[in-house]
């Protein structure tokens, strides 16, 4: 159904809509919340304590005031609730409330509190009549995710047309469903944006989390049944590359490490296609075995590509297989192909590896766009491998004749479920980190702990070493009371002096300025390397011995973990320092859990445990595999489930139609 049969929705919000991936009113409900925000009973002022987000029931003591601030209109007023205490209230850029609230109204304000300087003030409220607010009560509204020109209401408002003009068959019989203890499609599609209650979104969830197990599962069986039994095609006896490359590295493999690459060496010489995950956790050196097998492919005269999610990780990798080349006088030709090359760029690129010149192509999803043609690609290597789905593995693959694959992922998944999800792969695991390799000393502090971090930082540099600062913002949001990267730097500048030197990195900057600013941090030439998380997966740099997070409450332990494995890299002690905004007990409980452990399996385990309704989305290892909603760690049993399920739906004749296998909303 076209969006703009949906009442409401024109050409401009169509096109709003469009930015955000939703351009049909099916897409429009597929666009699941982000999370949940329940109303609950107005709050005294005194109450307030630490609280995020309150709602008063207040009476305007104060006539409106308004200013402008850099582009920003700023309202603000003074309320007082039956107790008598007051508190101010700001709106940032509605200035047609002036005219609305007057002296003396009584409302019900409902925002975020905001702390500064022993200041408390309630921000961007929304404004209730006591019977409307009445109404909201206890109901779960959802929460979505949004873009300029559109809000949360209009997105609801928008979704509850659509979910009464469409229909929802299911490919699930009424039999299985029961057998699995899951809902109808149409029933999970309604509940999921407008439960009842948190055990009717439970029920939901777990319909729609079956559903995208299911469809990845069946895909995946589905490739498998065309590769079964592939011959190899590419059969490598020879080593000597790789020797030669071991025998000059200036650490020496750990044993974890020797076994997988001998894995790697059988499957290469074994008479069907190598198809292998290796496992590993941050730190553990899955990058240097997937590089010998490329070298050891070139040595043979074939070509390998690496793909990897960021181009920041894509440069590095291919400066570092350069180095490896120089180090060891290797003669073979490594190409660099991400998607902001020049047009001119891309075209040489293109040429050198059709031509078979380039023998190693390390890259992003740009390696399988159409217009790129292997020679003779004998070994796919995808990097990080949580963050691609299954079909953009398959599309890579497809781009050579029947090449070897190598996955790669540092998700602590139990090999139980690593089996289901990687049916078609043989499983490696390297469980030791490098043998010189220190343990990172843990630390979770509030903000008063920052003065002690910058003369601890201070003392790093000045014995030779480097630091990373995280911040999970880019820029200044009035909205948001988080730290972030621009404002950051400068404090830092500030605060060191021409003694350090600090500079900022963010994802929103062009790929030569990441490239360069990582450069100069790699050189040392940089410092301190303030950064949001566009560092979080596989930059390598040995010489970083401090990693301090600002905000570590919004992150998840998972990229907390990922962070973490940017420092301790080298044969220096390394330390990180997790800063929480807030001292409520139980997300410094959660902190403390990276303190306890550096094994990423321990820490998911434990982080389960911890997770509530509020978390129901929002802490979850977004993206694995391409996954909306499912969660490989939370959803194990579930998984479990649908990999059962599939083996019964395709036994008994079944299929599924291909053009609705990421929707499940029609019958299959």
């Known amino acids: 159904m076209d969006l703009k049969e949906i009442k409401g929705i024109g050409d401009k919000t169509s096109l709003v809509l469009n930015k955000l991936n939703i351009v049909d009113a099916e897409g429009l409900v597929r666009h699941f919340p982000r999370n949940y925000d329940i109303y609950e009973e107005p709050t005294l002022i005194r109450d307030i304590d630490n609280k995020a987000v309150v709602a008063i029931d207040g009476t305007v003591v104060k006539s409106m005031d308004m200013k402008h601030v850099k582009n920003l209109t700023l309202l603000t007023t003074t309320i007082r609730d039956a107790n008598g205490d007051f508190l101010k209230v700001t709106w940032y850029n509605m200035p047609f409330l002036r005219s609305t609230i007057k002296m003396s109204m009584r409302f019900v304000f409902r925002g975020?509190?905001?702390?500064?300087?022993?200041?408390?003030?309630?921000?961007?409220?929304?404004?209730?009549?006591?019977?409307?607010?009445?109404?909201?009560?206890?109901?779960?509204?959802?929460?979505?995710?949004?873009?300029?020109?559109?809000?949360?209401?209009?997105?609801?408002?928008?979704?509850?047309?659509?979910?009464?003009?469409?229909?929802?068959?299911?490919?699930?019989?009424?039999?299985?469903?029961?057998?699995?203890?899951?809902?109808?499609?149409?029933?999970?599609?309604?509940?999921?944006?407008?439960?009842?209650?948190?055990e009717v979104l439970k029920t939901a969830r777990n319909r729609l989390v079956f559903d995208e197990f299911f469809t990845f599962l069946y895909r995946l069986k589905k490739l498998k049944e065309k590769e079964i039994e592939v011959p190899n095609r590419y059969i490598i006896n020879n080593h000597d590359v790789s020797d030669k490359v071991i025998g000059n590295l200036k650490f020496a493999l750990t044993g974890a490490q020797k076994r997988v690459l001998q894995d790697i060496f059988k499957d290469m010489q074994g008479k069907v296609v190598m198809q292998r995950l290796i496992q590993g956790d941050v730190g553990s050196g899955k990058t240097i075995v997937a590089f010998l097998a490329m070298l050891d492919m070139a040595g043979a005269g074939l070509q390998s590509a690496l793909m990897v999610p960021t181009e920041v990780l894509a440069n590095q990798h291919y400066e570092s297989m350069q180095r490896l080349l120089a180090e060891n006088g290797l003669p073979y030709e490594v190409a660099l192909l991400t998607g902001s090359l020049g047009a001119s760029a891309k075209k040489r690129l293109y040429e050198g590896i059709e031509s078979g010149k380039n023998n190693i192509i390390i890259g992003t999803h740009a390696l399988f766009q159409e217009k790129v043609v292997y020679d003779r690609l004998g070994l796919v290597v995808i990097d990080e491998q949580h963050r691609f789905g299954v079909m953009q593995r398959a599309m890579l693959q497809e781009k050579g004749v029947t090449p070897h694959t190598i996955v790669m992922s540092a998700t602590p998944i139990p090999r139980t479920l690593a089996m289901i999800l990687y049916a078609d792969m043989d499983?490696?695991?390297?469980?030791?980190?490098?043998?010189?390799?220190?343990?990172?000393?843990?630390?979770?502090?509030?903000?008063?702990?920052?003065?002690?971090?910058?003369?601890?930082?201070?003392?790093?540099?000045?014995?030779?070493?480097?630091?990373?600062?995280?911040?999970?913002?880019?820029?200044?949001?009035?909205?948001?009371?988080?730290?972030?990267?621009?404002?950051?730097?400068?404090?830092?500048?500030?605060?060191?002096?021409?003694?350090?030197?600090?500079?900022?990195?963010?994802?929103?900057?062009?790929?030569?300025?990441?490239?360069?600013?990582?450069?100069?941090?790699?050189?040392?030439?940089?410092?301190?390397?303030?950064?949001?998380?566009?560092?979080?997966?596989?930059?390598?740099?040995?010489?970083?011995?401090?990693?301090?997070?600002?905000?570590?409450?919004?992150?998840?332990?998972?990229?907390?973990?990922?962070?973490?494995?940017?420092?301790?890299?080298?044969?220096?002690?390394?330390?990180?320092?997790?800063?929480?905004?807030?001292?409520?007990?139980?997300?410094?409980?959660?902190?403390?859990?990276?303190?306890?452990?550096?094994?990423?399996?321990?820490?998911?385990?434990?982080?389960?445990?911890?997770?509530?309704?509020?978390?129901?989305?929002?802490?979850?290892?977004?993206?694995?595999?391409?996954?909306?909603?499912?969660d490989i760690l939370t959803d194990g049993k579930i998984l479990s489930d649908a990999a059962r399920a599939v083996d019964e739906f395709i036994l008994s004749g079944h299929e599924l139609i291909d053009k609705n296998m990421n929707n499940g909303i029609v019958i299959y």
């Open 112 to 198: 975020r509190i905001k702390r500064m300087n022993h200041i408390i003030t309630l921000e961007q409220p929304e404004i209730f009549t006591l019977a409307k607010y009445e109404e909201k009560l206890h109901v779960m509204q959802p929460v979505y995710s949004l873009t300029k020109g559109i809000s949360n209401n209009q997105m609801a408002k928008f979704v509850k047309e659509a979910l009464d003009k469409l229909s929802f068959d299911d490919y699930l019989s009424q039999e299985m469903r029961e057998k699995y203890h899951q809902c109808e499609m149409e029933e999970a599609i309604k509940n999921i944006h407008f439960p009842d209650n948190f």
């Open 427 to 630: 499983i490696s695991v390297i469980d030791e980190l490098p043998a010189k390799r220190l343990t990172i000393k843990n630390c979770v502090v509030t903000k008063d702990y920052r003065p002690n971090a910058y003369n601890f930082i201070e003392k790093q540099v000045k014995s030779g070493r480097q630091a990373y600062v995280i911040c999970p913002m880019v820029e200044e949001n009035e909205m948001l009371e988080a730290e972030n990267v621009i404002d950051y730097a400068t404090i830092l500048k500030e605060r060191f002096g021409d003694r350090i030197k600090v500079e900022y990195l963010h994802g929103k900057m062009r790929a030569e300025q990441k490239s360069e600013i990582l450069g100069r941090f790699e050189k040392n030439e940089i410092n301190v390397l303030v950064s949001t998380t566009v560092v979080e997966v596989g930059i390598n740099v040995p010489n970083a011995t401090v990693m301090m997070v600002e905000n570590s409450e919004r992150f998840s332990l998972a990229s907390l973990h990922q962070l973490r494995g940017r420092v301790g890299r080298g044969e220096y002690q390394s330390y990180c320092i997790f800063v929480s905004a807030t001292q409520k007990p139980d997300k410094l409980e959660r902190l403390k859990i990276l303190v306890q452990s550096n094994d990423g399996f321990y820490i998911a385990s434990e982080d389960l445990k911890l997770r509530g309704p509020g978390d129901f989305f929002g802490v979850r290892q977004s993206g694995e595999m391409g996954f909306e909603i499912a």
